[in-house]
């Protein structure tokens, strides 16, 4: 490969909670000490180990070369990179710069859009299990979370359950959906039949949906991503989308995601919601990190990246079917995470899921409750490192966590 998936990157003392996880400002990270003769081994955070492409850090020195830092509107540049990179890795058609917008973060936009789509107190739809800043956030800003279970099937694929979906929008008079594409946790990436079946839901009773598509670059060998807004004209205008650089190129302590928006109406209103805070405003640094990342050296990379997290995912789930019995995971077809259902090993072996946690976290394995995503007994694990990485994590695992 061109680029480097394989040296064990060194981030202590370079601000990062997922080898820090005592300046957590969440309040997620893992819970106990590591034991000595163990280092640490990061496995909960949705952030990556490895460097990211050079492209960015060359695009941000040759900015910082020039000593001035004023106040500034994002250049076309900017714009022409998002418009380039949505064409040629999502087939998108038709995007013009006034259809795209600055958030700070993917979850600032959704709480945004919410404000648009919503009144204090309503009903909102999700998947669950679900991201765990949905959960957290969008309950304290007034709104109220209605979970529709994802369920798998024989195969193990996680599906959405439609009746449930049509019979909860009925039910409890919802207008609005928060939707995952691809999902977290579970890693679900969405066939096209699958978004087109859940918009004649959304059309028939008259649903916005707002689509958070962080992870859409990172889909894994065999799967594609498919924007929702490119589902039908209907799914165009009823969609609000977010995306960013960030989770894909490791970008999140720079601050920067985007909105795509066609509907002109929701987006004037969404674009004023925003500016309410006043801090909703774009840092000049990371908008050369993004210009930066969707170059085609960016694209190579990420095509490298997916190759790497395909056979992490590979390794990992192999490992589980054959050596933690009573362990259920589903083979996730993007992100980097994977979803561990301990419900089963946890009723063998008498013991629960904090006890099993903490068994990892003594020997180096930082992994994350997945509790915090409404699945009980559940364990969500970030796969974004070294295999060797992977690997001496796993047999940790096996040898302390899970030992017959």
């Known amino acids: 490969m061109k680029y480097d998936f394989t040296s ?181 990436v969405w066939e096209r039949e699958e978004l087109e079946k859940a918009f004649e839901i959304f059309a028939r009773n008259d649903v916005y949906v707002v689509s958070d598509e962080i992870w859409s670059d990172l889909t894994l060998d065999g799967y594609q991503h498919i924007p929702l807004q490119s589902v039908s004209e209907d799914a165009r205008n009823r969609t609000v989308a977010f995306y960013a650089p960030s989770k894909t190129f490791n970008l999140a302590g720079l601050v920067g995601s985007y909105h795509i928006i066609y509907n002109d109406y929701l987006r004037a209103r969404i674009k004023r919601q925003s500016a309410l805070s006043v801090y909703n405003a774009m840092n000049v640094l990371s908008m050369h990190a993004l210009i930066g990342a969707y170059k085609e050296e960016g694209m190579e990379w990420v095509d490298e990246l997916r190759q790497v997290l395909t056979k992490n995912i590979d390794y990992a789930y192999d490992f589980i079917k054959s050596n933690f019995k009573g362990v259920e995971v589903s083979k996730p077809q993007g992100t980097y995470m994977l979803l561990l259902d301990c419900g089963e090993w946890l009723s063998n072996h008498g013991k629960t899921l904090d006890e099993l946690l903490l068994s990892g976290v003594e020997v180096g394995v930082l992994w994350q409750d997945g509790r915090q995503f409404d699945r009980p007994d559940s364990i969500r694990m970030n796969l974004a490192l070294p295999l060797s990485r992977v690997e001496e994590a796993f047999e940790r695992l096996k040898k302390y966590a899970f030992a017959e």
Not at 64 to 70: D, I, V
Not at 76 to 82: P, Q, R, T
Not at 148 to 172: C, T
Request: glycine share 10%; proline share 7%.
């Open 8 to 188: 064990i990157l060194n981030r202590k003392g370079m601000d990062a909670i997922a080898v820090a996880p005592e300046d957590d400002p969440y309040g997620i990270a893992p819970v106990g000490e590591i034991r000595e003769g163990f280092d640490l081994i990061p496995m909960w955070v949705a952030d990556m180990n490895f460097p990211t492409v050079p492209t960015i850090t060359d695009a941000i020195i040759e900015r910082t070369k020039h000593p001035a830092f004023g106040y500034f509107g994002p250049r076309k540049e900017y714009f022409d990179s998002i418009i380039r990179w949505q064409e040629t890795r999502n087939s998108v058609s038709g995007l013009e710069p006034k259809h795209i917008g600055y958030q700070n973060g993917v979850l600032g936009g959704v709480l945004s859009a919410l404000a648009v789509l919503c009144s204090a107190g309503d009903n909102v739809l999700v998947h669950s299990p679900t991201y765990v800043g949905f959960l957290e956030e969008v309950g304290q800003m007034g709104y109220h979370l209605v979970g529709s279970d994802l369920i798998r099937d024989a195969e193990g694929v996680w599906r959405m359950d439609y009746e449930d979906m049509e019979a909860k929008i009925r039910q409890h008079h919802i207008h609005t959906m928060i939707f995952c594409s691809p999902h977290n946790p579970t890693g679900r």
